[in-house]
Nanobody, 122 residues
């Protein structure tokens, strides 16, 4: 069982920045492909960004390219969010596809975190 815990969400004005973190309870995230997803009210959960287990490859949704950056160390995965827009308002979920597996869509996720709320005011 892999338990993921997110932190760093909150309320920010449009144009501002937030940094989300994700840790694995009782262990590290090394050897796990990791991703971030989000779900806005009334919408389906969608892919935001992912990073391979070695960190050599990153993928982004078109809607966040150039504004969000995913990174990792052995302990955690991070999502730096800059130039935030009201449309970025959602619950953000950390996820893994499992050992060595990078989740690029919801169907490839093996484990989810509980989510952290990000609200961007206009």
């Amino acid at each position: 069982q892999v338990q993921l815990v997110e932190s760093g969400g909150g309320l920010v004005q449009a144009g501002g920045s937030l940094r989300l973190s994700c840790a694995r309870s009782g262990g590290t995230v090394s050897s796990y492909g990791m991703g971030w997803f989000r779900q806005a009210p009334g919408k389906e959960r969608e892919f935001v960004a992912a990073i391979s287990w070695r960190g050599g490859r990153t993928d982004y949704a078109d809607s966040v390219k150039g504004r969000f950056t995913i990174s990792r160390d052995n302990a955690k995965v991070y999502l730096q969010m800059n130039s935030l827009k009201p449309d970025d308002t959602a619950v953000y979920y950390c996820a893994t596809g499992g050992l060595f597996r990078t989740p690029l869509n919801t169907g490839e996720v093996g484990y989810w975190g509980q989510g952290t709320q990000v609200t961007v005011s206009s």
